[in-house]
């Protein structure tokens, strides 16, 4: 960070700034708060959105992300051009271990990839659930099939295998018995997978941004209308909502973990389950912003600017932004498999009071919310939940 004549000048390497859609707004935003936005994508320079062309300061196209050599060359050409980098993002889970070796590699502040170890992994979250004092669901690291069996004779059915490492509810199965784990077993992919117990009870998530100091500065939470694993696996409709109060039991056990995990200068993601008996068991966290149009949501919700929050946070280490959720938002998701009571028309007509955003979703996360995307707002709850039943009603 060099300050040039009385104010910081931050440079700030934003990683695959085209891709999801809508994080453009991140680049625009540290343009906005002062920053030199300066960006490394594979996409061609003339493929980008005009918004995006003009807030980067610098675009370097690489040829593969996937090879750390081609990200490595264009930090340090970024950095031989505008000086030391001071932060590097991609806000996605995906990119996560290539910004860690990127920060070491040019001593950028933020996570390093001997961090990955606990916040990647959920055998390795397992350990600061504890520390913080949060209940969790026992899990064990499949090595040997007798050892799964062991830990299945001890925990019982039902129960559920993810990769260690993963993002959403991709390739992850409830095994209900000794024929599917036996299949399990046998046909498991080639990557660490975690079998653990299962919890009943509902998914609620507390979300937010921590600042540099690890003070929650904005937080939030969703509400969904189903599980996300079974979304996937029966390729089924999903509505989910950020209600406008957090529960004060959630709100407390969230921010126990952004201090157990060391959250600074990041959104956070952090899933828990809410047991029959009204109880909370800490399911994982996340170093990202909840996906999908979530801070979209957030915005309409408290009718701000969570993107230049973020770019705040980076650039003069606060936020003046005051976030009041005065609004109840709510995502609806349609699949082009089913055909709807409601023609898409129809639905921008009736609830056009309501709608305050409505755009196609990329393929690539269709399984888990759709082939196209409603944002709607109201103070009252129930006016969404209705609303969002007759947009997924089937014809």
Known sequence: MVILGGEAHVNVVFISPHFPL?????????????????????????????????????YYRVPDMHRYDDMLRAVGFLTYRHGKIDRIDSMSEYWLSTEARLREDFNVPGLRPSDLAVIQRKTGMKGLFARAGIPAAPAHLVREPEAARAFVAQVGYPLVAKPDVGVGASRTWKLEGAADLEAFLGARPAVDYVLEGFVDGDIVTYDGLADRDGRVVF????????????????????????????EPDLAEAGRRLVRAFDIRERFFHIEFFRRKDGSLAALEVNMRPPGGMTVDMWNYQND????????????????????????????????????????????????????????????????????????????????????????????
Not at 26 to 47: C, H, K, Q, S
Not at 314 to 321: C, K, P, R
Not at 337 to 345: D, E, K, V
Not at 355 to 372: C, M, Q
């Open 219 to 246: 937080d939030a939470s969703l509400r969904y209308s189903r599980g996300i694993m079974e979304v996937v696996n029966e390729d089924a409709d999903v509505w989910y909502h950020a209600p406008r109060d957090i």
């Open 304 to 395: 701000a600017n969570l993107y230049r929050a973020w770019a705040d946070l980076l650039v003069h280490g606060n936020v003046a932004q005051r976030f009041e959720r005065p609004w109840v938002v709510a995502y609806v998701g349609r699949k082009d498999r089913y055909r709807y009571a409601l023609p898409l028309q129809e639905v921008l007509s009736r609830y056009a009071h309501l709608l305050v955003h409505h755009e196609p979703v990329n393929d690539v996360f269709s399984a888990a919310i759709g082939n196209y995307g409603f944002i709607l707002r109201s103070p009252e709850l129930d006016v969404l939940a209705q609303a969002a039943a007759d947009i997924q009603a089937k014809a």
């Open 22 to 58: 809508n994080f453009w707004h991140f680049v625009a935003a540290l343009r906005d708060a002062g920053a030199t936005a300066l960006a490394i994508a594979d996409e061609p320079w003339e493929r980008l959105r005009p918004e995006l062309q003009a807030a980067v300061s610098e």
